[in-house]
Structures are given as C-alpha cells and as structure tokens.
C-alpha cells in the first residue's frame, strides 16, 4: 500500500541552529501534504498545508517564517526549523492525500519525526 | 483550533472487555474518521464513516455516529493488549483537525 516517509525519525539539535524534517510519499504523486505538530500526551495540531509548486498555507498562530515549508516535486516536502529553541522541541507528523488511490481520496501519515532542541 | 472533545481522555481496561471511546465535534460535517497512534509514532487510519451513515463495523471496530448530536463512538471489543494505543477522531476532508483523544490501556 501507498506509504509516506519521513526522515529523520529522530533528531537533536543545538538551540539556534535549524533543522529540516523530509516526508516523502514513496508510491503515490502528493500535490498537497500537511504538517502537524504534536506535543507528549496532546492531540495533533495541523500547523500547515504544503502545495506543490506554490507557498504553504499556514494556521493561525504559526510562524511562516520560523517553520518553513518547501515542496519542490509531487513526492517530497520537507518542514525546516530555524533558529530551533527548546519550545520547538515537538513530535513532527506530514500526511499526503493519494488521489489516485482506492478510495480517490485517502490521507496517509509518516511515522513523524521527534526533535529535541538543546 | 481543536475540533472536537473526546472522552475518556484515559481508559484503563482488562483484556476481553470493551473498551468505548467518545468523541464529539463543532461543525457540520461530510465525514468522521477514526485513527490510532502507538506511543511514539505515526497515525494508522482505522475506519471512515460518512454523515449519512450511522453505525459501520470493521473487525472488532464499531464506529457510530450522530449528526444531531454531533458525535461519535468507538468501540473495541475484545481487547487485547496489542490495542494499547491512543485513539483520536478527527473531521475534514484534507486538513484533518483531531480531536483530543483516548489513551486506552489495555492490561493482560
């Protein structure tokens, strides 16, 4: 089945250095992939859309410039953390629509990406 | 912003009960999913029910739901230990807004 992949699983970074978290769709073209954020215990919260070819929208309250949101080709969008700071040390979550799939419409999820800023 | 309420927000349960998890949203919508997420990971879709529909059974899964009400339910029967998990429901039809979630335990 359509599988999405992020990369790193894991990372630590030092505070003010920036970091970038990869989500491929691995079997399946993904003009729109979306970022969550999800803090221990917390339920996730969509911090942004990625369009291929074109800007990302983002929710209100995130920073645009902080989380910047790149997705250059129909597989690949990748979420860099600027100037990380210990608050952005989160669990990181994309999904991808697959149009083409079964069900012409099925959102699937990488397994997210833990960052530790120290 | 958050969606939707769900409850529990922590359910501790034997293996072979039930376990039931309640989740309920603001607004109108075109369909509910149900997903689970293992400590630590990714989120695994578990089932889809549409407005029009009202119960849908998947396996050990029954999902209801109520429009007028605007809510939902899981239930697990059966459990095993391998449920552990925590369960969230969530609404939309692209970005997908979640609820809080149910941390269920499922202890052999």
Not at chain 2, 24 to 31: A, F, G
Not at chain 2, 71 to 85: E, M, V
């Amino acid at each position: 089945g359509a599988v999405v992949s992020q990369h790193p699983s894991w990372v630590i970074c030092k505070s003010g250095t920036s970091v970038k978290i990869e989500c491929r769709s691995l079997d399946f073209q993904a003009t729109t992939m979306f970022w969550y954020r999800q803090f221990p215990k917390q339920s996730l919260m969509l911090m942004a859309t990625s369009n291929e070819g074109s800007k990302a929208t983002y929710e209100q309250g995130v920073e645009k410039d902080k989380f910047l949101i790149n997705h250059a080709s129909l597989t690949l969008s990748t979420l860099t953390v600027t100037s990380a700071h210990p608050e952005d040390s989160s669990f990181y979550i994309c999904s991808a629509r697959d149009r083409g799939g079964v069900s012409g419409n099925t959102i699937y999820f990488g397994e997210g990406s833990w960052l530790t800023v120290v | 912003s958050q969606q939707g309420e769900e409850d529990p927000q922590a359910l501790s349960i034997q293996e072979g009960e039930n376990a039931t998890m309640n989740c309920s949203y603001k607004t109108s919508i075109n369909n509910l999913q149900w997903y689970r997420q293992n400590s630590g990971r990714g989120l695994v879709h578990l089932i889809l029910i549409r407005s029009n529909e009202r119960e849908k059974h998947s396996g050990r899964l029954r999902v209801t739901l109520d429009t007028s009400k605007k809510s939902s339910s899981l239930l697990i029967t059966a459990s095993r230990a391998a449920d552990t998990a925590s369960y969230f429901c969530a609404t939309g039809f692209q970005k997908l807004v979640f609820g809080t979630g149910t941390r269920l335990l499922v202890s052999p």
